[in-house]
């Protein structure tokens, strides 16, 4: 079946601009995760969904971030006012369900740049 | 706060050579999973261990969690240039919904 997807691929925009990421899980997993990896970096957690449990948002790292997940399915992850150190790749990966045990499946990832 | 380490940051190897990687939480694991990302990719699963002690083998790679559930390994017998990649760790928090991934191992074979 479909893995999970994520748009767009790259994405380039000025310094101060507002960028929409979107990210399409496999369908039927309730848990969907956002991280941030910068180049050559490990995967730093940004924000966590299960269900229509309240997210958790400890990972985000400035209230220029948020996501929202609809419909218990696609997610957006919203940069405001993009900084140059938000250039970055964002995956988002989900997973069956909430439980630790189960493996994350990861999307291709969006690739950000700010110039 | 939890945290979890990986060691060595890079590993660059002949082919055919061993290779291991470590990882080390602040924190007593529930479990621990072990992901692979390729150059230009994203992480991809391999495997997950559970129980104290817990060794698993996939192929030529093998895997362990330690006793305290507090460490875990990777070792690659006889590398092969498909081994190419950076190898990650990570493991839950206590209440499983946020997951901690080590800084990962850049794994280099040389043909």
């Known amino acids: 079946g479909a893995g999970v997807s994520q748009s767009p691929s790259n994405k380039v925009t000025e310094k101060g601009k507002d960028v929409e990421l979107r990210c399409d899980p496999i369908?039927?997993?309730?848990?969907l995760y956002w991280y941030r990896q910068s180049l050559g970096q490990g995967l730093e957690f940004l924000i966590y969904?299960?269900?229509?449990?309240?997210?958790?948002k400890s990972g985000l790292p400035s209230d220029r971030f948020s996501a929202e997940r609809t419909g218990g399915s696609v997610s957006t992850l919203t940069i405001q006012r993009t900084q140059q150190e938000d250039s970055a790749v964002y995956l988002c990966?989900?997973?069956?369900?909430?439980?630790?045990?189960?493996?994350?499946?990861f999307g291709p990832g969006t690739r950000l740049t700010v110039t | 706060g939890q945290q979890v380490m990986q060691i060595p940051q890079y590993q660059h190897v002949q082919e055919g050579e061993d290779f291991t990687t470590y990882c080390n939480s602040s924190t007593t694991l529930s479990n621990i999973q072990w992901y692979k990302q390729r150059p230009g990719g994203h992480p991809v699963f391999l495997i997950q261990?559970?129980?104290?002690?817990e060794v698993k083998k996939q192929k030529r790679l093998t895997f362990q969690f330690g006793e305290a559930k507090k460490n875990s390994s990777l070792h690659i017998t006889a590398t092969q240039t498909t081994d190419v990649g950076t190898y990650f760790c990570?493991?839950?928090?206590?209440?499983?919904?946020?997951?901690?991934f080590g800084s990962g191992t850049k794994l280099n074979v040389k043909p």
């Open positions: 369908s039927g997993h309730t848990a």
């Open positions: 969904f299960q269900g229509n449990s309240a997210p958790d």
């Open positions: 990966a989900s997973s069956l369900g909430s439980s630790g045990s189960y493996e994350q499946y």
């Open positions: 990570a493991g839950p928090r206590y209440n499983f919904n946020k997951f901690y």
């Open positions: 261990l559970v129980k104290s002690g």
